[in-house]
């Protein structure tokens, strides 16, 4: 069964500190992964999209990796800021166009 | 541009009664997308349209029927509202449905059926 599964399900982190979320699938074949940003009471918004020749993609102080072997994935935040609280999620596409989307990370910053 | 444009925000229903969702994207977008967001769990396709004049089932179709009105508008109703079916709506929409196309959601609608 295709899934993605995000750990850990909530997060909380001191303004300014770094933290890593991660996201372990079993979709196969895999097409490309995304990560999304979700601010409370809002839509998705993609942050970064990785294809299985992909390694690290970055966009500003998010960084996220994957290993295609392994079929892992993680995002890097760095120097957090409280607008980076929110929920990540992880999503997977299969070539079939089928998407998979995970549960998502719940990320407080605190002051 | 703004993007795709979700109404209501917020509605609360009684068991049995109808209503439809709106939603309208001003991207130009081919493929658009009906999802529903539980606590705990990740977005479910409820219905997609990949094109205008078409429509197909998604993951979770039951107790919902969907319309792609135009090339713009896709709307979502429920026939007969059940409290299983208190949940938030989004809605999305893509150029296509290849695999480098982004989906886009709108701002979702926070249904309660009681």
């Known amino acids: 069964k295709n899934q993605v599964e995000q750990s850990p399900q909530s997060l909380i982190i001191l303004e300014g500190k770094n933290c890593t979320l991660q996201?372990?699938?079993?979709?196969?074949?895999?097409?490309?992964l995304r990560w999304y940003k979700q601010d409370t009471g809002r839509g998705p918004v993609s942050l970064t999209i990785?294809?299985?020749?992909?390694n690290t993609k970055s966009n500003g102080r998010y960084t996220a990796t994957l290993d295609a072997d392994t079929k892992q994935s993680s995002l890097h935040i760095t120097a957090s800021q409280l607008s980076d609280s929110a929920s990540y999620i992880c999503?997977?596409?299969?070539?079939?166009?089928?998407?998979?989307f995970g549960a998502g990370t719940r990320l407080f910053v605190k002051a | 541009n703004a993007g795709v444009t979700q109404t209501p925000k917020f509605q609360v229903l009684k068991t049995g009664q109808s209503m439809t969702l709106q939603c309208a994207q001003d991207?130009?977008?081919?493929?658009m997308y009906w999802y529903r967001q539980d606590p705990g769990m990740g977005l479910r396709l409820i219905y997609y349209?990949?094109?205008?004049?078409?429509?197909d089932k998604g993951e979770v179709p039951n107790g919902y029927n969907v319309s792609r009105l135009n090339k713009r508008e896709f709307s979502l109703r429920l026939e007969s509202a059940a409290p299983s079916q208190t949940s938030v709506y989004f809605c999305?929409?893509?150029?296509?449905?290849?695999?480098?196309?982004?989906?886009?959601f709108g701002p979702g609608t926070r249904l309660t059926v009681t």
């Open positions: 999503v997977v596409k299969a070539p079939s166009f089928k998407t998979i």
């Open positions: 999305a929409s893509s150029a296509g449905q290849g695999r480098s196309y982004e989906q886009y």
């Open positions: 991207m130009n977008h081919n493929s």
């Open positions: 990785m294809t299985f020749s992909e």
């Open positions: 996201c372990n699938y079993t979709v196969s074949p895999f097409s490309n």
């Open positions: 349209s990949a094109s205008e004049g078409t429509t």
